[in-house]
């Protein structure tokens, strides 16, 4: 667990380092914030293709030869970034880092093999921390390697060294967690998964929340930097370190407490509360006229999603078979990837069209519709 956990961080550390960037990057082009939102979008459009393929292939072959692949896949898609000349490369570009990130459901996939069924929020929140980790010092990296946005191209070269990094690492520490004994002969294809899936109300009815609550907060993450520069004249720099401040509060939650969190209160609770925290962080973000707002709303923002994500996650893989796991949860990572192109191709046409404000308005009423569900939930399960 404590080498995926660095594979992990290592990996989202180079993800993270573009992110604040990448709306200036897209700026540098004359893109609009529809574009810009659409640009960061597509690395959820690659992702939502190959999170169930590459899921289903770890339940056939392994978690360790997956993991291997898509990191290759995200080395190549940093360096074309950094070579990008035109707005089409950015798109391309993070097509192509969208398809290596299906990694993170065969790293779910890996934590189910080794945790039983009362540790999986725990290790799910191992997961979450090192995802966490990475976007607090990934972004403060790429504000530092930008050079306040004089070199925008550096953060991307840094991303391809570091996931570089996790792939020597993987390489020679990883061991495989799925037996060749525990791996079917026949794994089911992603029509018959997601038919599967649906016939089965509980389940049907957790991806449904995922979609859903993923989808309102993505189109926060896509629209703050517009949304900073507007109000604030905040850059590269100061966006940065606001996605460190978050990850701090991301990492203290899933590093720290998940686990005894879980113990007393159950993940249909947390999960209940992690929604209503972030309809509360939203409706915050439009109040926030200082500094100190600003950071108010990201901690609820922060400490919702800190709860929200590992019993998500966790509630998923007890509804699958060992030998489905992969396939599962490569479903639901492919609901969060969609979710991420719904959500800030809305919230771009929002932010646009209403104002700058509307993204969080909209979001925040979609939220408190998660926690309607996620009452659902609890309920069902009595």
């Known amino acids: 667990m404590g080498v995926l956990f660095f594979i992990v961080f290592i990996d989202l550390v180079g993800f993270g380092v573009v992110i ?34 590459l899921g289903r292939l770890s339940d056939r072959i392994g978690r360790k030869p997956v993991i291997l692949a898509s990191l290759v896949c995200s080395i190549a898609s940093y360096v074309w970034l950094g070579f990008a000349s035109a707005l089409w490369m950015l798109f391309a570009a ?20 080794v945790t039983p069924p009362e540790g999986r929020a725990k290790g799910m929140g191992m997961i979450g921390a090192a995802l966490g980790l990475g976007f607090t010092v990934g972004p403060a990296l790429g504000g530092i390697a930008a050079g306040g946005g004089a070199h925008l191209e550096y953060p991307a070269f840094l991303a391809a060294a570091l996931s570089a990094a996790a792939l020597v690492l993987a390489w020679l520490q990883l061991k495989e967690s799925l037996t060749r004994a525990d791996r079917p002969d026949i794994v089911a294809g992603r029509i018959a998964a997601a038919k599967s899936a649906w ?3 509980r389940l049907r009815l957790l991806i449904l929340m995922v979609f859903v609550a993923i989808c309102s907060f993505a189109g926060m993450e896509t629209t703050f930097a517009l949304w900073a520069h507007e109000g604030f004249g905040w850059g590269p720099m100061q966006i940065g370190w606001i996605f460190f401040y978050v990850g701090v509060l991301l990492v203290a939650i899933q590093g720290g407490l998940i686990g005894r969190l879980t ?33 108010a709303a990201c901690a609820l923002l922060a400490i919702g999603m800190g709860l929200l994500s590992p019993s998500m996650n966790s509630l998923v893989s007890q509804e699958a078979e060992a030998s489905e796991r992969g396939n599962i949860l490569g ?6 990837s969609l979710a991420r192109i719904v959500g800030p191709a809305m919230a771009g046409a929002a932010y646009g069209g209403l104002g700058r404000n509307a993204p969080y308005v909209l979001s925040a009423v979609v939220m408190i519709g998660v926690v309607v569900l996620s009452l659902r939930l609890l309920r069902g399960k009595r």
């Not at 993070?94 to 093999?113: K, S």
């Not at 509360?280 to 707002?293: D, E, M, R």
């Not at 479903?331 to 969060?336: H, V």
Request: charge should be positive; include cysteine; charged fraction near 10%.
């Open 263 to 295: 113990k007393l209160f159950g993940e249909e609770k947390l999960f209940i509360a992690g929604a209503a925290t972030i309809a509360a962080g939203l409706i915050a973000v439009p109040f926030a006229t200082a500094l100190w707002g600003v950071l």
């Open 331 to 336: 479903l639901s990572q492919s609901a969060q």
């Open 199 to 201: 016939r089965r109300p």
């Open 94 to 113: 993070r097509l192509l880092a969208g398809a290596g990130a299906g990694n993170i459901a065969a790293a779910q996939a890996y934590v189910t093999d």
């Open 20 to 53: 604040p960037l990448l709306p200036y990057y897209a700026l540098d082009f004359h893109a609009s914030p529809l574009a810009v939102t659409s640009m960061m979008s597509c690395y959820s459009l690659g992702q939502f293709f190959s999170s169930p393929l």
